[in-house]
């Protein structure tokens, strides 16, 4: 059995913060099915600790730890057996050819690891990120998104340059606006969310060519509005249901 060193846990506990996350190039994944998709992909293992031998691994040393050293380098309330260090992955230049998905101000890890798990469900491969939209890296949004990380592809870019700059129709969620189920929809296209709260900026709704709506069909009509990661599930249906051949 090996033993957790005191730099090895400084280490592991400082990459809860992004400025150590991008300092070192490293982030933290937790559980034995969430390690295991990481290790299957093109992600770069750096460390592994575990407190039971089931991991096999070609070119690196799986440290056998125990419980109470588990939970000194876990983020979560209750370890899941492992903890694994990997190295953070660089994006090729970003290129949009197909349907893609545009966040603009999502702060909150559950919500942005959700919709990497939706976008990973429907087949969709990039996600771009405004600045202020929160770290995909950040451990909560790891493990919301339940090892999807590992196959979406995220960039962080100037939203508004990538309208900009894009011949793709682009399209952005307003609670306003049509419904998507009465609007002509374009398979290759960018589609943008914003947050619950605060919606697009308005720079940005400037700059998209469609606006489109999920209907309300409640008699009530007390819900104010849905959380961006059920949002951003149902137009993606939509978006997808339209391929399906009748």
């Not at 691994?57 to 588990?70: F, H």
């Not at 290129?95 to 990497?116: E, F, Q, Y």
């Not at 790891?142 to 990380?149: D, E, F, N, P, T």
């Amino acid at each position: 059995m090996h033993s957790v060193s005191k730099n090895q846990q400084k280490l592991v506990n400082s990459l809860k913060n992004k400025k150590y996350r991008y300092k070192n190039g490293l982030f933290v994944v937790e559980g034995i099915k969430v390690i295991k998709e990481f290790l299957n992909s093109s992600y770069r293992l750096h460390s592994l600790f575990s407190i039971a031998d089931i991991f096999t691994l070609e070119n690196k040393t799986v440290n056998i730890i125990s419980p109470e050293e588990l939970k000194s380098i876990s983020f979560l309330t209750t370890p899941q057996v492992a903890v694994g260090v990997f190295h953070i992955k660089k994006n090729k230049l970003l290129k949009v050819k197909s349907l893609t998905l545009a966040l603009d101000g999502v702060r909150d890890p559950g919500n942005l690891g959700t919709i990497i798990r939706m976008c990973d469900w429907f087949g969709i491969k990039k996600i771009i990120c405004s600045l202020d939209t929160v770290d995909c890296y950040n451990p909560k949004v790891v493990q919301a998104s339940m090892g999807s990380l590992s196959r979406v592809k995220i960039y962080y870019e100037d939203l508004l340059e990538v309208i900009k700059k894009t011949n793709l129709p682009v399209y952005a969620a307003d609670i306003d606006a049509t419904s998507i189920y009465n609007s002509e929809i374009n398979q290759k296209s960018i589609l943008v969310m914003g947050s619950e709260s605060h919606g697009i900026s308005d720079k940005l709704r400037s700059c998209v060519d469609q606006t489109i709506s999920i209907p309300q069909f409640g008699k009530n009509k007390q819900t104010e509005s849905l959380n961006v990661a059920m949002a951003t599930s149902i137009i993606l249906s939509e978006f997808k249901r339209r391929t399906i051949e009748k």
